[in-house]
């Protein structure tokens, strides 16, 4: 029931009869080797190649920039493959990497630079970290996000130095392997010299070539913007003075671009931080907001090893030992938990999780612009690199982290329960016809009604579902109060289905539910 | 945002279409028909607001509030040079040598009002620091604030009034606090750190027009019996004590959402021209409003909190702590147009924050609450005085600010101006490939917040409880523009 929260959208009847009859090795190990999600919807780079007069639009009607600049495309297939598609570890994990390795469609327009980074993501999801690093490092999108697309030696923009070291792999305090602070306090990873370094060494990449604007492109040498690819090399504008990087690692004089890159690689593998720095980050998005230090320095042994039980390659960074080191630890498996334990759901996993244990479906319409942003977790549209929440996010009144706190407030609060009567009362969404093969988003209740007639045992099997055991006897009291409220005599057409609707409500608002134990 | 709203007002709609009268009976539709505005009278005697706008991603100060005297504006064009905006375009400010950015124009009457002041070079700083004492400094050394020209760590710095990025606390939710205001800081903006005290987070509410409740369950609904039973449901659910501790946060936030809600909900609502709105607030405000909305995301932040004032009496309490914010300062690339410094990103945000924070100050002007209320800028960090080759500037550390209202002793500049020299006194940078301008601060947060809690109301003994490091700065604590 836990794993089906951690490594999943949110649990099924059947995802559960499913863990329960593989144990959790065998269902991670399956999960690993799925492949079935990809973004595919969207337009292509044209909307980067256009050298006509006018605008690219002005003949492309009025879901233009939505189709060929924005990701809202993505997002239909975000929520669809997170609603049905079986690779669930995968999308998972894909989303936890696309919260640390940043990008925004607020900044940036292109809706294919957008599908190649999120796909190398899923690609990626139990591959190699190093391998993550490098494809975000050349991702044009990235580039063209943190100026380090056409970055010139000549003045160097540290944009995206400085978040490759802050948010991407060290983060600005040194670290134990356990995760805790060297010293209790924070003690500089780098100093803003050494960020001018990185800078410098990651100087000399344009566009992949492609892109076309009908004005021509600057700076001259330099390719257009185009997302089709990686960043490719241009050796006039590659710093190629001797420059000191960390963990010892130097790039000689006259080292190219290319080769330069490979030794900011090395020397973010080799550093000390970056096992519990991503460890801890993948912790805190699969299963829980302030993890043990003893559950960050296992995790982080098995980044380190590439190797966990019967996972990994031995090779440093190994993203299936990793993640299965999150899932099958004590820590993670184990049924007591401690009041250290926990996390808020994020909205995402809300949405995605509501709908999955209700046998609902979506096409991600509504889920972006209208719900994602009602609780400020809009895939795709985090409002700068920094994500939607800070990882060290405090809990006011408790001596905890809590992430997803970041954006909940007391309008959250109550958005989290319109969402439900949303879907529940209000029946969601009918299938806009501007979206294609367009779904809808709604639930379908048909499965619970053969239980509608027992107040209790319909609480009970959508409390086993929602939350793995049954609400608290007091609240389930109340609970079992509202939903018998309905009856045949009440309302003899809807009473049953009236029942299902205030029993789920009140089960997928609880605490218990919200919060991941 | 608009979308959102459309959204939920047609399905509601739909909703209670297809449910029938009965249904939209008990949901008590029309609410907010009865919300008038209060009588300024009303208001407690001593009322006053702190407002804090906070400019994510560091502003460029630089060009924000430029030098006009010859010498130091040929030192500013010199380094700047694609970047200076020209002297002629800036907006004079009398009795100064300094000129505004062009897209502030809305300010130019608050000056000449005498009700706005900047303050230059202020930052994050542990205590005095000279260029000599910070380029001795030990690594780590607590005289240097942790992480400098880091976004994430410099906004919590500002946040928090410390020098120490791992602090919890904002140093207006530590004021909330120390002078036990009835309300938590009241966040327009999000959760941001400003507001979090030992005990509370900010109070976050939605723009105008937004539902600020739970559909079904506000008190107008609890007439239907299904409804009742569901909030009684509901309410034993989040009294419930948690197994976690992280749960017993979320139940006491739930359970703080519906009694804010019940005492806001219907004074959120209120959108320009709309039911219960006040012609003064929207008077003001018509300059960035377009059929009944208001154009810009600050405009909105700052539409609420005008109503909020107004409303002072059903907000509660006679101190109350504001924050807004804006976005996208981060100008690395593209801060101006090649070869055009008056368009481009840089532009673009100062002209959504000068006429935001013109009609804000109009509106409470012309409400008679003007000197209850300052608002104030914060921001990441100043950007570097050496621009990149993207038309943009980096990360850098001092900053000027701005502060306005009634009670701001204003037309003249607070601080020390930092020397425009790369490399000089005030630049961090010592070697020549690290010399950008980046600012050692001359006035600390700590200060700078001092001036504005002590007007506010706080003691001395309650400043040095909200702003530990102030002790460090001696007999220095306060400026004068308060």
């Known amino acids: ?517 | 945002m608009n979308t959102t709203n459309n959204f939920l007002v047609s399905n509601r709609r739909r909703w209670l279409q297809r449910s029938g009268s009965t249904l939209a009976a008990a949901l008590g539709l029309g609410s907010v028909g009865n919300l008038m505005l209060m009588p300024r009278s009303a208001r407690a005697a001593d009322y006053k607001a702190l407002v804090c706008v906070f400019l994510y991603g560091g502003n460029d100060g630089l060009n924000t509030i430029v030098p006009t005297d010859t010498a130091r504006y040929n030192q500013y064009a010199g380094v700047r040079g694609g970047l200076a905006i020209p002297k002629a375009s800036l907006v004079p400010l009398a009795g100064v040598n300094y000129g505004l950015h062009p897209s502030l124009a809305a300010l130019a009457p608050v000056w000449a009002d005498g009700k706005l002041a900047p303050v230059f070079n202020v930052g994050p700083l542990h205590q005095p620091l000279t260029k000599a004492q910070y380029r001795a400094a030990a690594a780590n050394s607590a005289s240097v604030p942790d992480s400098l020209f880091s976004h994430s760590d410099q906004q919590i710095l500002w946040e928090t009034g410390t020098a120490d990025s791992l602090t919890r606390t904002g140093w207006g939710g530590r004021a909330a606090e120390a002078l036990a205001t009835v309300n938590p800081v009241i966040s327009v903006a999000g959760t941001a750190r400003f507001g979090l005290s030992s005990l509370q987070t900010p109070l976050v509410l939605p723009g105008p027009g937004a539902t600020f409740g739970a559909h079904g369950l506000q008190p107008a609904d609890l007439t239907w019996a299904p409804n009742a039973l569901r909030k009684a449901a509901i309410d034993a659910l989040y009294a419930q004590a948690q197994d976690v501790t992280l749960g017993d946060a979320y139940t006491q936030a739930q359970r703080n959402a519906f009694t804010m809600s019940e005492r806001l909900g219907a004074l959120v609502k209120v959108t320009p021209g709309g039911a219960g709105a006040s012609a003064v607030i929207d008077a003001a405000f018509a300059p960035i409003t377009v059929a009944g909305k208001i154009t810009t995301p600050l405009g909105n932040q700052l539409y609420q909190i005008a109503k909020l004032v107004a409303n002072n009496a059903t907000v509660q309490g006679n101190k109350q702590l504001f924050f807004a914010s804006m976005g996208g300062f981060d100008t690395h690339a593209n801060q101006i147009v090649t070869g055009s410094p008056l368009e481009g990103e840089h532009a673009r945000l100062l002209k959504g924050l000068g006429d935001a924070l013109g009609a804000f100050y109009t509106a409470l002007k012309n409400l008679g609450l003007g000197d209850a209320v300052t608002t104030f800028t914060q921001s990441d960090f100043g950007r570097t005085f050496a621009t990149n080759n993207s038309t943009g500037t980096d990360h850098a550390w001092g900053n000027q600010h701005l502060v306005l209202g009634g009670a701001v002793k204003g037309g003249l500049g607070y601080g020390s101006y930092p020397e425009l020299a790369l490399g000089g006194v005030d630049d961090v940078g010592q070697d020549s490939w690290e010399l950008q301008g980046r600012w050692i601060p001359t006035t600390a947060v700590d200060q700078y917040a001092a001036t504005l809690l002590g007007w506010f109301g706080a003691s001395e003994p309650q400043l040095d409880a909200v702003l530990p490091n102030l002790v460090n700065f001696g007999t220095a604590r306060k400026l004068a523009f308060l």
């Open chain 1, 1 to 517: 029931m836990r794993l089906a929260d951690q490594g999943s959208f949110g649990p099924t009847e059947a995802l559960v009869a499913s863990i329960k009859a593989q144990g959790p090795t065998a269902w991670v190990t399956a999960q690993m080797a799925l492949k079935t999600s990809s973004y595919t919807s969207g337009q292509g780079g044209a909307v980067h190649q256009y050298t006509g007069s006018g605008e690219f639009c002005a003949d492309k009607g009025a879901n233009c920039w939505r189709d060929w600049s924005s990701t809202q495309p993505l997002v239909w297939d975000f929520y669809r493959n997170a609603v049905t598609q079986p690779d669930q570890l995968r999308q998972r994990v894909a989303f936890a990497l696309q919260q640390i390795v940043v990008v925004n469609n607020l900044e940036v327009d292109g809706t294919y630079g957008f599908r190649n980074y999120y796909n190398n993501l899923l690609d990626n999801a139990f591959g190699n970290y190093r391998q993550v690093l490098k494809k975000v490092a050349l991702s044009p999108v990235m580039g063209d996000f943190l100026n380090n697309a056409n970055n010139d030696k000549a003045a160097p923009n540290e944009n995206f130095a400085r978040e490759l070291l802050q948010l991407f792999s060290l983060g600005t305090c040194e670290l134990n392997a356990d995760g805790t602070l060297k010293g209790g306090a924070c003690s500089a990873t780098y100093s803003n010299d050494v960020v001018r370094s990185y800078a410098y060494a990651l100087t000399g990449w344009t566009y992949p070539a492609g892109g076309a604007t009908p004005y021509g492109c600057w700076p001259a040498g330099m390719n257009c913007r185009y997302y089709g690819g990686d960043m490719i090399p241009v050796a006039s504008f590659h710093d190629t003075a001797a420059r000191t990087l960390l963990a010892g690692v130097t790039v000689a004089a006259g080292t190219t671009a290319p080769a330069a890159l490979e030794k900011v690689l090395d020397s973010l593998m080799a550093h000390p931080n970056i096992a519990p720095f991503v460890s801890k980050q993948l912790i805190q998005h699969l299963v829980g907001s302030n993890p043990t230090p003893a559950y960050v320095a296992r995790v982080a042994s098995a980044f380190t090893t590439g190797k966990y039980g019967s996972f990994g390659s031995n090779q440093k960074g190994d993203l299936a030992a990793t993640v299965a080191a999150v899932l099958l630890d004590a820590e993670a498996r184990g049924d007591s938990v401690t009041r250290s334990a926990g996390k808020l759901r994020e909205p995402a996993q809300t949405f995605a999780g509501v709908l999955r244990a209700l046998n609902g479906k979506t096409d991600g319409d509504a889920l972006a612009w209208w719900w994602g942003e009602s609780l400020r977790q809009h895939v795709f549209r985090p409002p700068s690199v920094f994500n939607y929440y800070p990882p060290d996010y405090p809990v006011p009144g408790t001596a905890l982290v809590g992430p997803t706190f970041g954006i909940h407030s007391a309008n959250a609060a109550l958005e989290r329960l319109n969402y439900l009567t949303y879907l529940l009362d209000w029946g969601g969404s009918t299938p806009d016809a501007n979206v294609p093969n367009a779904l809808g988003t709604s639930v379908d209740l048909s499965a619970f009604l053969s239980d509608a007639a027992d107040a209790t045992k319909l609480v009970d099997r959508l409390s086993l579902l929602a939350l793995g055991q049954a609400l608290p006897s007091g609240p389930r009291t109340e609970v079992i109060n509202a939903v018998s409220w309905w009856t045949s005599a009440r309302d003899s057409a809807n009473w049953q289905v009236n029942r299902v609707k205030t029993a789920a409500y009140l089960v997928f608002a609880s605490p218990n539910y919200q919060v991941l134990r």
